[in-house]
């Protein structure tokens, strides 16, 4: 599993010369750090981009995710089988079929070739997963707590957003860590709804290197192993979060 790891940072040290050697280098005989240069030079403001996109993302996604999981968990509306499936379903829509549909919407309002476009398009995958993943773990967290809550005079917000969403923490940051993860990946929504807007994301910006005729692999191996490192941290920083929100969510005493 970690082989194309190690080989992504091989071929981004490896010279252009030595790119098409047959057997390939293990290790990079002559090690060259242009790619990374590169980096520097051409792609900061790509991935200033997909910073702001990937958090974008996540204050959309939380801000719309945990009110109605909480809402799906607690307040238990009349409806919410039906919505709890229509959610599982818009996770099965392929993710070319939404960014077509969406094109169209976005020409009329005029927001293809923007910041707020791809934030938008993002959260459409990462909302109803969100959704979902709070839902089962507000779930978990005890009535009594609630009901106590409201005894002392608590509303249904205050009792949401001073008991419920500071015990689902776990959850919360689970949920924030995808829809990061999601949005600083993301190509299609990209390609589809950005492809020509001065602001684009890392994604575009290492697909310039690809060409009909040429594929200046050590660039692009050097931006992927940089684009690498904010995943990666967020990761290894989030990760006991992730194991408690996934495992706490998925049982009810």
Do not use: H
């Not at 280098?25 to 981009?49: I, M, S, W």
């Not at 931006?223 to 989030?238: D, E, F, K």
């Amino acid at each position: 599993m970690l082989f194309p790891v190690y080989w992504m940072v091989n071929v981004s040290l490896t010279p252009p010369g030595d790119m098409r050697k047959s057997p390939p280098d293990l290790f990079p005989g002559n090690p060259t750090f242009e790619g990374y240069a590169r980096v520097l030079d051409e792609q900061l403001p790509y991935f200033g981009t997909s910073l702001l996109v990937a958090l974008g993302t996540v204050v959309l996604t939380l801000a719309l995710a945990a009110p109605a999981a909480y809402s799906l968990a607690k307040l238990r509306p009349r409806g919410r089988g039906p919505l709890t499936f229509v959610l599982l379903v818009a996770q099965m829509i392929p993710g070319i079929i939404m960014a077509l549909g969406l094109y169209g919407i976005y020409v009329k309002l005029g927001i293809t070739n923007t910041v707020w476009g791809l934030v938008f398009a993002d959260s459409t995958i990462a909302v109803p997963f969100a959704v979902l993943i709070l839902t089962s773990f507000m779930a978990s967290v005890p009535d009594e707590v609630v009901q106590a809550a409201r005894i002392d005079g608590a509303g249904a917000f205050r009792t949401f957003w001073s008991v419920v969403l500071p015990a689902s923490c776990n959850g919360v940051v689970t949920a924030g860590l995808f829809a990061f993860l999601w949005a600083w990946s993301d190509f299609v929504f990209a390609a589809t709804l950005d492809s020509g807007g001065s602001m684009q994301p890392l994604t575009l910006g290492i697909y310039r290197y690809i060409g009909n005729n040429n594929q200046e692999w050590n660039a692009i191996m050097a931006t992927a192993v940089v684009a690498s490192v904010p995943a990666t941290a967020l990761l290894v920083l989030a990760q006991r979060f992730v194991a408690a929100g996934i495992t706490s969510g998925a049982v009810k005493d």
